[in-house]
């Protein structure tokens, strides 16, 4: 009996090792996966005999697991075929520490809407440190994507992708959402029931895309509990960052709408519509853009040289753009206007219930369009725009209200604001839907706006070097008011926004 038990144990522990040994092969208990561009998809996917490609490696890996993919260049789209999980943790894909992993679409045609990499109804997946590019179509029906994310599904991350040369140069006028689409990184909630939440675009490089009628980075339809943040994006012919609405993305209108989200520490330049197909010579592309999103906090981003900086607004009749903190941003040098609240026309939807605070515009309006720093246009209510220094042009140009202003209801709580342009206070132009009005004195009589306002300058460190930090004598030093005012606890620089219980005005705030 004891040679026979000796004899079971043997083989138990023969038959232990085995088990043992496939596993590792097959890597079903392996956390750590390798792809390079000399591996073999036959291989074991270890650091010493890595898989080949990409899209094997997503076939393959588990919750819980990484895959690391060396150095090089990868010709294939990626489709992200599993989960992970609260207990097992994420999926994590990432280019091998000290590599760049290349994700090359250049040879490859999109049919439909193609992402270079896609990640439908998954959960707990993270992407990082790629490079995704070159892929292109001049085919109107076809939506070439960089990253997709699409349908519903929690705790997808973003993290340090460069995504760049993503074309749709369909070349011929179309209408929004009707062809010629392209988008670097779209998060798409398409369920009616199930949102995509706890996502994370996080510093991520998005440039030189082409999107006709799309956005350079988009969340759209039932998307929630998401953070945008230190992302740079530049260089596009459409709209920078954007925040949608009430396209019939998820088919449920009571939850399409993206919503709950920050948008923050961004830098985003050289973007305009100026040339692209899709709207010709209009300059009408946004650094940031809430369309028929709510309750977003936008805040600590640099946004310069894009058509319009910060636009909060719906295109869709009876839908509204709410509860909206635009707050600690640097505006400067947009084509045309700094900020833009309300529907572009009459039938389109609202803005309501927006703050617009503590933000630095500086020399916005510079294709003289018109629209100034700090344009009104339709269907507003309850908004706020207070504690900005709005330092406009040679045009010296601050405010355009499209709309008839009704004083019992305005637009917006416009006061405790700092204004100045070089030609002087009795130069200044405020233009509205009925009238146009010459100096500040005469503004604030007629209008009832900006009591608590003063035409100064503000004295920055160093407007021309685009320092717009203040010197110790500057106006807006203590000058700001936290009375029903949403300032935040942290400035343009991360410092604290009150100085011994007073806030300056703008979006710095002098320590």
């Known amino acids: 009996a004891c040679r026979r ?12 090792l085995l088990l043992t040994c496939v596993s590792a092969v097959f890597g079903q208990t392996n956390s750590s996966f390798y792809v390079a561009t000399a591996g073999n998809d036959s291989n074991p996917g ?61 040879h490859l045609t999109p049919s439909g809407r193609t992402g270079v990499l896609t990640i439908q109804n998954k959960s707990y997946v993270r992407i990082e ?58 998060v798409y909630g398409t369920d009616a029931r199930t949102p995509l939440t706890d996502l994370v675009i996080d510093g ?28 740079v994006v530049h260089d596009d012919n459409n709209i920078g960052i954007d925040v949608i609405g009430f396209e019939r993305t998820a088919p449920d209108p009571a939850i399409d709408q993206a919503r709950d989200g920050i948008v923050s520490g961004n830098l985003i330049y050289n973007i305009t519509s100026r040339g692209n197909p899709a709207y010709r010579n209009d300059e009408s592309s946004d650094g940031i853009y809430v369309d028929g999103g709510t309750r977003i906090l936008i805040e600590q981003n640099v946004i310069h040289d894009v058509d319009f900086g910060i636009e909060l607004a719906s295109e869709h009749r009876d839908r509204a753009t709410s509860y909206i903190t635009a707050r600690n941003n640097l505006i400067y040098h947009c084509h045309t206007a700094g900020v833009s609240i309300g529907g572009y026309a009459r039938e389109r939807g609202h803005t309501e219930h927006s703050a617009v605070v503590n933000n630095t515009l500086y020399e916005n309006d510079t294709s003289a369009t018109g629209s100034g720093e700090f344009q009104m246009q ?80 503000p004295h920055f ?17 203590g000058a700001g008011t936290t009375d029903g005012v949403p300032v935040g606890e942290l400035d343009l ?12 005005i703008g979006c710095y705030q002098r320590k």
């Open 5 to 16: 038990h000796g004899v079971m144990s043997m083989k138990f522990s023969i038959l232990f």
């Open 46 to 106: 270890t650091k010493a005999a890595p898989w080949r490609t990409i899209q094997h490696a997503a076939d393959t890996a588990h919750a819980g697991s990484t895959v690391y993919v060396r150095g090089g260049v990868y010709e294939e789209v990626v489709s992200i075929n599993a989960s992970g999980n609260a207990s097992d943790g994420f999926i994590t894909f990432r280019s091998f520490p000290g590599e760049t992993a290349v994700l090359d679409a250049a």
């Open 129 to 186: 440190g790629f490079e995704i590019r070159n892929f292109r179509t001049a085919e109107h029906r076809f939506s070439p994507l960089g990253i997709n994310v699409i349908g519903a599904g929690s705790h997808i991350e973003l993290l340090k992708n460069n995504v760049h040369h993503i074309e749709n140069n369909f070349d011929g006028r179309d209408a929004p959402g009707r062809g010629g689409n392209g988008f670097g990184i779209a």
């Open 204 to 231: 991520n490089e998005v440039h030189h895309l082409k999107t006709g009628s799309s956005e350079s980075l988009v969340v759209n339809g039932n998307v929630t509990n998401f953070r945008i943040t230190h992302n």
């Open 378 to 457: 339709w269907n507003m209510v309850d908004n706020i725009f207070e504690n900005n220094i709005v330092y406009a042009g040679s045009h010296c140009l601050f405010t355009l209200t499209r709309s008839q202003v009704d004083k019992k209801q305005p637009p917006a709580t416009i006061d405790h604001n700092l204004y100045y342009c070089a030609s002087g206070a009795n130069a200044s132009i405020w233009a509205g839907a009925s009238a146009r009005v010459t100096g500040f004195e005469q503004y604030v009589e007629s209008t009832n706006n900006d009591r608590h306002s003063r035409f100064l300058d």
């Open 461 to 477: 460190v160093d407007a021309a070097a685009k320092d717009f930090h203040l010197q110790s004598d500057s106006p807006a030093i």
């Open 493 to 504: 620089d991360g410092s604290r926004r009150t100085t011994s219980g007073k806030v300056d």
